[in-house]
Every structure is written in structure tokens, then in C-alpha cells.
């Protein structure tokens, strides 16, 4: 439904709505119907799947298969397994810490979710009430003032001066002047910014005030396309996990070489093809290519990383995988809007002149607050 194209009567007939809102047992029926009113996250790994994938980077793996050489060639000579408890110990440290990081940065995004949850103020049954934004349904009626977030993709109805901010959608830093009168169009699309009657999730009002009916809700909003195009993104490989993959190559065909040349030299050398010289010379190629493997290089690399995530959190920045943080020090360009992206895209007091009263008196009588 294209309701911008439609007048609003038009629309609110399509919703099976009025202006003056829904009633709340029809309300409640369409909830079942469609939904809460919120964005769908992409599905979580379980723990197995977490730390499958913490075992999973090519030098982990790496060290594992050093592990059990190294613990088959200390069974074969009787000798002590230390080498390979250390190694494992690495191993389990470093997908820990990994691990741990990630969850810390999940319950931290979940906390500001929470602190971030919003009301709307909704008509129901011909009075204003304030209501959890996730209760929103197509063909609810939404009042919205100067400093509210616009909670669902609604096309307006009655409106004075409505300005709305859509940076977050269309980049545009200046507020946009919103109208009642269904648009015209030739090929029966309008541009996304050009839909001057329609306030979408993610926009906030700038000024004025107005009445609108709610069309779509929660992924079916032009913010949830945006949110489902970027849950359907495949993760590309880091700088860093590139540079650690071509090394672990590089070790596991060194090693490979070293071990074969090593083995092949020691045999033709002594001319000596019995089973014990062949096993004792095996098991020596092999002690070479475990020595020549880092062990210590994984946990020195997320330790280092581990650094820079706290680093990063003094300075409000959540950081949610490790080798998001190495990425950022090797970017060169960075492409952004100015308004909204480098900053707040709201100004801010911070300082006066004057009699302080006669300033406070402005300000209260200039503004629409309300205690809550």
C-alpha cells in the first residue's frame, strides 16, 4: 500500500481505522496478528557454536594438531606431556577470552536496548494513553510532539508546523516540513525523502505537532529493511585475520616441508631403513615442527586485542568481536555525513548570560514538557 499516494481518508478506510484510533480489544486482536513493533535481532549462537568458532581460526587450529603430535610423540618416548598441556592451555585461554569478550559486549547492548526501550502516545478508544512502543498495530493513531521519537512507519493525518528529523534514513540534516495532502507521481513511486506525508521508525519530530495512522510496523518498516539487509550480511574476514590466516598457511607448509626434508635427509643419510631408525627419525621431524610452531602467538594477539576492547569502552565505545578493533586502526578513509554521524545532530546549552530566573521562566514557559 502505497499511502502516501492515497488521501487520508483513503488510507484510514484501507486500516479499517478512524482518527479517532482503535479500540483496545481491536488493538490487542491485531497485536496477535501482526506482532510486537520491534526490529528481529539475528539469531544467537549457541555456546558449542561460539567456542566452535573460537577453535575454528587456522592458527588455533594449528596449535591443536601440534598438541596431538606432540602428545603422540610423548607417548611413543616415554616422555613427559607438559608441552602438550601447555599448549592446550593456550588454546582454552585464548577461546575463553574471546568468548568472554563477545558475551560482555552482548549484555552490554542488551542493557542499552533496555535503557533505550520507548512509549508512544496512542489513540485507543478516543483518548491519548501511553503505551510500550513494541504494542503499536497498523491502524493505530499516533500523537506526535516536538522531541518524539517516531516509533512505526505512519502516514499523517492532521498536522500544525510538524517538522521531522530522517537523517537516519536519508541523510538529509535539515528537518523536514511535513503535509496532510496525498502526493502525485507518474510512475506511482516517490522517493523515500520526498514523502512529505509520512514519518517513518528512526525519525524524531523537530518541531510542531500532529496525528498519524500507523501503516507498518516492526521489520516491516523501512528501518527493518535496512535492519534485514545488514542481519543478512556475511562477515568478511579483518586485516588481521587475513595476515594471521596467510601465516598459519605459510607455518603448516614450512612445517610439512621441514618435517618430509628432515625425515628424507636423516634416513638417506645413515642408509639405515629399519623400523626402529625410521620411527626415531619420524618422531625427530616431527619434534622439529612442533618447536617451529608459535604457541604463544594466539594468546599474545587476543590479549593485545583484549586491551584495546577496554581501551575502547572508557571512551563509550562497545566493541563486540575482538578483531572489530584492529580493523579500525588499519582504515584509512572514512566516508560519513556530517550531521547526525560525527555529531549528536541536537544542540546542547552550555553556557548563559544573564539573569538566570527571567532565563529559567523562558524556558519553562517555552516548551510543551509534561511530568511523566
Known sequence: MNAYLQEKEAVLEELASTEEGLTKAEAEKRLVQYGPNRLEEAKKDSFFKRLMKQLSDPMIIVLIAAAVVSGITSAYTNESFADVFIILFVVII????????????????????????????????????SIPSDSLVPGDVIALEAGDAVPADARIIECASLKVEESALTGESVPVKKIVDALTSENNKVPLGDRKNMVYMGSSVAYGRGHAVVTDTGMKTEMGKI?????????????????????SKILSIGVLAICVFIFAFSLFRGHDFSGPVIMDTFMLAVSLAVA?????????????????????????????????????????????????????????????????????????????????
Do not use: F, W
Not at 585464548?94 to 533496555?114: D, F, P, T
Not at 539487509?229 to 585475520?241: M, R
Not at 594477539?301 to 569502552?313: C, D, E, H, K, N
Not at 541536537?346 to 527571567?358: K, N
Open 94 to 129: 585464548n577461546a575463553l577470552l574471546g568468548m568472554y569478550q563477545e558475551s560482555k559486549a552482548e549484555k552490554a547492548i542488551e542493557a542499552l536496548k533496555e535503557i533505550s526501550a520507548a512509549t508512544s502516545k496512542v489513540l485507543r478508544d478516543g483518548e491519548i494513553v
Open 227 to 247: 535492519a534485514n539487509a545488514i542481519n543478512e550480511t556475511k562477515n568478511s574476514a579483518t586485516p588481521l585475520q587475513i595476515k594471521l590466516n596467510q601465516l
Open 292 to 372: 617451529a610452531i608459535p604457541e604463544g602467538l594466539a594468546a599474545v594477539v587476543t590479549v593485545q586485542l583484549a586491551i584495546g576492547v577496554t581501551r575502547m569502552s572508557k571512551r563509550q565505545a562497545v566493541i563486540r568481536q575482538l578483531t572489530a578493533v584492529e580493523t579500525l586502526g588499519c582504515t584509512q578513509i572514512i566516508c560519513s555525513d556530517k550531521t547526525g554521524t560525527l555529531t549528536q545532530n541536537r544542540m546542547t546549552v552550555v553556557d548563559h548570560y544573564g539573569d538566570e530566573e527571567l532565563l529559567a521562566r523562558a524556558m519553562s514557559l517555552c516548551n510543551d514538557a509534561a511530568v511523566g
